[in-house]
C-alpha cells in the first residue's frame, strides 16, 4: 500500500516506518523535524521535512504520495508542558491534525490510523480500561488527542472515510536501529538508562505513597514493535474506531527500576520526590478489543524483556541519534 506517515521521524514513528518497509509498503514520511531526527527515518522511506498545519504542502504531498492510508504519529506529547501551555497542544494535535484530516479526505484516502493515548480517559474508575471507558482527560495533551478523535469519528460517519484510534499506554523499548531520543527527556526508561550510562548523576521517582503495592505509580509498558506491529494491522480493511494498546499487565516505578538495575549491571542512584498533581496511580489496559478484532497481542510481556531491547540500543547509540 502506499502511505504517508507524519511523524516517521520520532520515535514510535521510526520503528512502524521500519515496519511498513520490511511488509513491502511504500512510505513517504512528513515530518518538520521539530522533536525528531532525519537520522531516524528509515533509508527506504520518501522524506518531506514540513508542517502537518500546512495545507499548501499537504495538497501538494498527496498529489506526489497518493497515499492510501495516513498513519499521523505527528504531534506534541509532553503531559508537564501541556499543562502550561494548553495553546500549543490544541494547536497542533488537534488543530494542525483536522488539517491533515481534511488534506486526507480532499486526496480520497481510504484510512486514517491516528495514535492517540491512555490520556483521554484520565483518572480511571476502574482498571484494566476498557474502551467503553468514560472519556475524562485531566490535562490538555489527553483533551487534545481526545478532540482530534472525536472529530474523526463524526467525519468517519459522514464520509465513511475508516478511522482508527490506537490509544497506546506507555511506549518503552527499541528495535535494533531505532530507539527513543527525545532532547528534553522525561519518559522513565530512558532516564533510567540515561543514568546506567553516566549521563544523569540520579533518577527521580516521583510518589511514593500512591495506593499501589510497593507505593509507586503502576503503567502499562507496551513495547515499540508491538505497537508498530499493531500498526500493520490496522490497515487492513474494516477495521475502524478505538483500540487500547498496552499488555494488560502494569509494572510499578520500582519494579521498572529493580528491571533496569539487573540489565545493566548499575546500582542507578534514585531520588525521591513527592508525586506529581494528576499522576493516576495505576493505568493499565483492558486489550480484548485489539485481540479480538485486530487479531493482536504484545509479543514482549516481560518489562526485562522490554528494558533489553531499550538498553542494547541506548549502549549501540550512547548520545542518541547525530544532530
Ligand atoms: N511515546 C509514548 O509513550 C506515547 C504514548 C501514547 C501516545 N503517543 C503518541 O504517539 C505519537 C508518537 O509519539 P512519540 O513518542 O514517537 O513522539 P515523538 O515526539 O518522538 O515524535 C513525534 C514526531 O512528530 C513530529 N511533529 C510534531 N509536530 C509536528 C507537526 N506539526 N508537523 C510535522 N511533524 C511534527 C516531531 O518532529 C516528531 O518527529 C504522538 O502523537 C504521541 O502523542 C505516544
Request: hydrophobic share 40%; net charge negative; proline share 6%.
Amino acid at each position: 500500500m502506499r502511505t504517508l506517515v507524519t511523524g516517521g521521524a520520532g520515535y514510535v514513528g521510526s520503528v512502524c516506518v521500519e515496519r511498513l518497509l520490511a511488509e513491502g509498503h511504500a512510505v513517504t514520511v512528513l515530518d518538520d523535524l521539530s522533536v525528531g531526527h532525519r537520522a531516524a527515518v528509515a533509508p527506504g522511506a520518501q522524506f518531506c521535512e514540513g508542517n502537518i498545519g500546512d495545507p499548501a504542502l499537504l495538497d501538494a504531498l498527496m498529489t506526489k504520495a497518493r497515499p492510501e492510508v495516513v498513519l499521523h504519529f505527528a504531534g506534541s506529547a509532553l503531559v508537564g508542558e501541556s499543562m502550561e501551555d494548553p495553546f500549543k497542544y490544541f494547536q497542533n494535535n488537534t488543530s494542525n491534525g483536522i488539517t491533515l484530516l481534511k488534506a486526507a479526505e480532499a486526496a480520497k484516502v481510504g484510512k486514517f490510523i491516528f495514535s492517540s493515548t491512555c490520556a483521554v480517559y484520565g483518572e480511571p474508575e476502574t482498571v484494566p480500561i476498557t474502551e467503553t471507558a468514560p472519556c475524562q482527560p485531566v490535562n490538555p495533551y489527553g483533551a487534545s488527542k481526545l478532540m482530534m478523535e472525536q472529530t474523526m469519528e463524526w467525519q468517519a460517519q459522514a464520509t465513511g472515510m475508516e478511522c482508527v484510534a490506537l490509544r497506546y499506554f506507555n511506549a518503552a523499548g527499541a528495535s535494533k536501529q531505532f530507539g527513543e531520543h527525545h532532547r528534553h527527556e522525561t519518559h522513565i526508561i530512558p532516564c533510567l538508562l540515561q543514568t546506567a550510562l553516566g549521563q544523569r548523576e540520579t533518577f527521580s521517582l516521583f510518589g511514593t505513597n500512591h495506593p499501589t503495592s510497593d507505593g509507586t505509580c503502576i503503567r502499562d509498558y507496551i513495547h515499540v514493535s508491538d505497537l508498530a506491529a499493531a500498526h500493520a494491522l490496522a490497515l487492513r480493511p474494516g477495521i475502524s474506531g478505538p483500540f487500547n494498546l498496552g499488555r494488560g499487565h502494569g509494572d510499578s516505578v520500582r519494579e521498572v527500576l529493580t528491571a533496569c538495575r539487573e540489565v545493566t549491571g548499575h546500582a542507578i542512584p534514585v531520588e525521591e520526590q513527592p508525586a506529581r498533581p494528576g499522576d493516576p496511580p495505576e493505568l493499565v489496559a483492558d486489550v480484548t478489543k485489539a485481540s479480538a478484532e485486530l487479531g493482536w497481542q504484545a509479543a514482549h510481556t516481560e518489562i526485562r524483556t522490554i528494558v533489553e531491547t531499550a538498553w542494547l540500543w541506548h549502549q549501540r547509540f550512547p548520545q542518541g541519534y547525530p544532530a
